[in-house]
């Protein structure tokens, strides 16, 4: 999480990346709103620009688009803080 995710993992040498659609809650990062997760694996070496935009023009748009689905569809919900799953999922 943070202002530069893909930087901050960069920096540390890490080779999955994601992103993370989820309800907006007052606290940040709480933790408990997630509606859909998905990653992405480089090789070593990759540069930091070719993961930004793997990232920026592929996974990010396509967990949004999963993400809003899953809320449109009502297949979660917020209760109390925290996502409920309302049907199974494949």
């Not at 999955?16 to 408990?32: K, Q, R, S």
């Not at 993961?51 to 899953?70: F, H, M, Q, Y």
Request: net charge negative; proline share 7%; glycine share 8%.
């Amino acid at each position: 999480p943070g202002f530069r995710p893909y930087e901050d993992a960069f920096q540390h040498r890490m080779l999955t990346y994601g992103a993370t659609v989820h309800f907006i809650v007052p606290e940040l990062d709480a933790g408990n709103q997630i509606i859909h997760q998905s990653t992405f694996t480089v090789f070593p070496g990759t540069p930091l620009e070719q993961i930004k935009k793997l990232g920026e023009t592929d996974n990010e748009p396509a967990c949004l688009v999963e993400g809003v689905r899953r809320v449109v569809d009502r297949e979660v919900e917020l209760h109390f803080h925290r996502v409920v799953r309302r049907g199974g999922w494949a």
